[in-house]
């Protein structure tokens, strides 16, 4: 998965997700006027396959004025989002973000404790 711009632009424009075996490639657009961060990619629980889980990016909307963490299924992007949240205050488009699992966050936190 990676993010889409327009030639020239650094604003990103929506989603590719890219088939290394086969280089099949297929793209979503965020819509006029929302721009995206980088994706990120969250394995659902379980997952025995490369791409069963979630995409999760922030998409910030310039005509709303407003910003959202958007859910997509990464097997199905071509049927939009499977979550919206909209966010308190818009945010600037580019926000870089990470996933991890709770379990693993936790973990880090008491190797670490002081």
């Not at 998965?1 to 290394?20: C, E």
């Not at 929302?34 to 629980?45: D, L, N, V």
Request: aromatic content about 10%; hydrophobic content about 35%.
């Amino acid at each position: 998965y990676s993010a889409v711009s327009k030639p020239g632009w650094f604003l990103f424009t929506g989603v590719v997700k890219h088939d290394m075996d086969t280089g099949d490639s297929w793209a979503i657009d965020f819509g006029p006027e929302r721009y995206g961060s980088e994706p990120g990619f969250a394995p659902r629980i379980g997952a025995t396959e490369e791409d069963d889980g979630y995409l999760v990016t922030y998409v910030s909307d310039m005509i709303e004025d407003r910003s959202e963490c958007v859910i997509y299924d990464a097997r199905k992007l071509s049927d939009g989002p499977v979550a919206r949240i909209i966010l308190p205050e818009r945010i600037s488009s580019g926000t870089h973000a990470t996933w991890s699992q709770g379990a693993t966050i936790r973990a880090s936190q008491t190797a670490n404790a002081v």
